[in-house]
């Protein structure tokens, strides 16, 4: 069974630093593409980055410059970097990889193109 576990999130105030770990199991994460996306109430869930197999990576504007992701293959392990955090970043993070049918090692276009995702991790950013 393909297992992916967010963890890292936290509260943490305007301007700070947070990074957030998806685990894998079942699966090698090396072979796969992840993307991070994000939720916030009344919103609607919005991709903030991915990261191909071999390291190319992919932001909105909304994060670019602030957000980075990077892979640890000895641990199985991508994370998300995100620095100079603003309110607005607020929400639950989730990472996810490609659903079958497509390339598992290239970024999809949408967030209906990715097929697991982790249970979240909620950052919040306030003083």
């Known amino acids: 069974q393909v297992q992916l576990v967010e963890s890292g999130g936290g509260l943490v105030q305007p301007g700070g630093s947070l990074r957030l770990s998806c685990a894998a199991s079942g699966f090698t994460l090396e072979n796969y593409a992840i993307g991070w996306f994000r939720q916030a109430p009344g919103i609607e869930r919005e991709g903030v980055g991915c990261i191909t197999n071999d390291g190319t990576s992919y932001y909105p504007d909304s994060v670019q410059g602030r957000f980075t992701i990077s892979r640890d293959n000895v641990k199985n392990t991508v994370y998300l970097q995100m620095n100079s955090l603003k309110p607005e970043d607020t929400a639950v993070y989730f990472c996810?990889?490609?659903?079958?049918?497509?390339?598992?090692?290239?970024?999809?276009?949408?967030?209906?193109?990715?097929?697991?995702w982790g249970q979240g991790t909620q950052v919040t950013v306030s003083s």
């Open positions: 996810a990889t490609p659903s079958e049918g497509g390339f598992p090692y290239l970024c999809p276009r949408s967030a209906s193109d990715f097929g697991s």
